[in-house]
């Protein structure tokens, strides 16, 4: 059984990091893109952040500079470190799984087979 728990949400201040983290099982994750997705209040999902297999990333333009994508193959993780956060990151965060190697545009959550339930971060401003 595949399973994506994510791990690492909460309540912080704007300006504030925090590290999100998405531990895998029952899917050979080191073999595929992996990305975080999110979705703010009122408004659709939308990709953030996307590492492949052979550690290229891909970022939402909202977020570089601000947030790093990174995995950990041995241990089947995918951490997403977020940097000076605002108000507009306020969000539920879900890990993804794609059949593919490389990622498929993160503007397409239909390129990703596999979720996990989402972990809620909030900024407050």
């Known amino acids: 059984q595949v399973r994506l728990v994510e791990s690492g949400g909460g309540s912080v201040q704007a300006g504030a990091s925090l590290r999100l983290s998405c531990a895998v099982s029952g899917f050979p994750a080191s073999s595929y893109c992996m990305a975080w997705f999110r979705q703010r209040p009122g408004k659709e999902r939308e990709g953030v952040a996307g590492i492949d297999v052979e550690g290229s990333t891909t970022y939402a333009d909202s977020v570089k500079g601000r947030f790093t994508v990174s995995r950990d193959n041995a241990k089947d993780i995918l951490n997403l470190e977020m940097g000076s956060v605002n108000a507009e990151d306020t969000a539920m965060y879900y890990c993804?799984?794609?059949?593919?190697?490389?990622?498929?545009?993160?503007?397409?959550?239909?390129?990703?087979?596999?979720w996990g339930q989402g972990t809620q971060v909030t900024v407050a401003s």
């Open positions: 993804a799984a794609s059949w593919e190697r490389l990622c498929p545009p993160l503007s397409l959550t239909a390129g990703f087979g596999f």
